[in-house]
């Protein structure tokens, strides 16, 4: 891979700049804008590897490729806990690792808004999404629920009082 672009999954997508030939044709099409041009805007689902063949005016061709990145987030699946209890939500984010800023909506029940990993213990059920931001302002965002199930409501029945010497039968 010859560089490297991002997008964000939403916008005006990644530029795509060609040059040194007087034609191209980019491949995968898929994603792209127009695939005969020089420079078609990308806006792929997923991280795509494109390759561009270039051709010059003696009919000589040469390839190269770029790698269009789509970060993604996961919130995991939604968690189950009985009231009182919590739950740790685990944030799996595919991207660059480095300086990202964390903001889960609500913060109502979570033992931080701004971690990756927060505790959550809910009073009742929750959905929860995480925003992901890269240092470049590139976000993307994911949910998971936490089910909050009532405790069942426990009767060890009345007291009892013996004396010393009684049993219980």
Known sequence: VDTVETYCGSGAGAL??????????WS???????ANISNP????????????????????TNTATVRVFVPRVNAGSNRIICSGSSTTLSTTYTGSGVGLLYQWTPATGLSSAFVANPVASPMQST???????????CAVSSSVTVIVNPSPTVDAGLNVAIAPTQSIQ
């Open 28 to 34: 995968p099409v898929t994603g792209l804008s127009d």
């Open 16 to 25: 795509l700049e060609a040059s040194g030939a007087i034609s191209y044709v």
């Open 41 to 60: 805007v990308a806006t792929p689902a997923t991280t795509t590897v494109y390759t561009v063949t270039g051709t010059d005016a003696n009919g000589c």
């Open 127 to 137: 959905l929860y999404t995480v925003t992901v931001t890269d240092p470049s302002g």
